[in-house]
């Protein structure tokens, strides 16, 4: 069976239009820009599943996993890493537009076109960038069982799904990173343990690669959209194996906000989705977790 490399090409590039905040175009590019409704067409294919997805998450993680965080990552200087603190008044005065929960933010509504996307306040701002890789993952598996494949790895910047069986026949064994800091520009990557994983998808977040450092104090690029603040807990990194990718990276993002104490709660009640976490303990010592269902994949 032969894949055209144009063809998967072609399907990233229409997923860019719809989803790609780094492209000026694109639909949600497009939709941060407007002041209040923007029609999403009814040709776009990927922008309302990925809302859809990213208002599943959100809920469950009670605002945990939040794509209207765009402003506070640019307040922080994330988006030109520009390295700058921001005042606490001006943390605050961000927040009264940030949350996806929030139903005085925005609402979305069907017509003839497609999709209308209302904003209620022009400041909001979408960035799908915390689920939109592990979607266009998912979309890149789905039409290769389209034209017939079984056993394929895809991998789009980490993210990854995996199905059937390796080329020995075999589980995928996939390798997760120890959380060891490599913004000194060295490829310092180790692995720190080895998953074997069929017909899921995977996806690993943490603060250990992408941060700045000012007046002696890290600062982490995952900020909790509560506070307005970088998340600062026990966490170094979270992966998670679901049912699709676009899940798995939407949850490890959470879970990097939620922190192991209500991470695990949480996964106690949500049994869908497997996770694996490497954290601090006093002393700064580094240990893992795993559920139940991830210790079954681990390799020992």
Not at 42 to 65: W, Y
Not at 246 to 256: I, R, S, V
């Amino acid at each position: 069976m032969e894949i055209e490399k144009q063809a998967i090409d072609s399907i990233l590039h229409a997923f860019d239009l719809s989803l790609s905040g780094y492209h000026t175009e694109s639909i949600i590019s497009q939709l941060n820009a407007s002041e209040s409704t923007f029609e999403i067409p009814r040709s776009d294919s990927f922008f309302i599943h990925c809302l859809a997805v990213s208002e599943k998450i959100a809920k469950q993680t009670n605002g945990s996993f939040d794509p209207t965080v765009l402003p506070l990552i640019a307040l922080w200087g994330f988006l030109k890493n520009t390295e700058k603190i921001p005042s606490q008044r001006q943390i605050d005065s961000t927040l009264a537009f940030i949350g996806f929960n929030n139903t005085k933010l925005w609402r979305l509504e069907e017509n003839k076109q497609g999709h209308a996307f209302i904003k209620k306040d022009a400041r909001l701002k979408l960035d799908f960038n915390a689920i939109a890789q592990g979607y266009s993952v998912d979309v890149i598996a789905d039409y290769l069982r389209k034209k017939g494949c079984e056993d394929f790895y895809v991998e789009i910047g980490g993210e990854l799904v995996v199905s059937g069986s390796n080329s020995e026949g075999t589980a995928w064994r996939i390798g997760v990173d120890k959380p060891v800091s490599s913004n000194d520009g060295k490829d310092s990557r180790v692995i720190s343990a080895v998953l074997s994983v069929q017909n899921k998808g995977i996806a690993t977040s943490g603060n250990y690669r992408k941060f700045y450092k000012k007046g002696g104090k890290i600062y982490a690029h995952t900020l909790h959209p509560k506070t307005g603040r970088p998340a600062e807990n026990e966490l170094l990194s979270a992966t998670v194996v679901a049912e699709n990718a676009a899940e798995a990276d939407g949850m490890a993002t959470a879970f990097m906000v939620m922190g192991l104490k209500e991470s695990k709660q949480f996964l106690a009640s949500h049994q869908e989705y497997e996770a694996f976490f490497i954290f601090t303990e006093k002393e700064n010592e580094i240990s893992s977790f795993a559920t139940k269902g991830m210790n079954k994949m681990l390799e020992k």
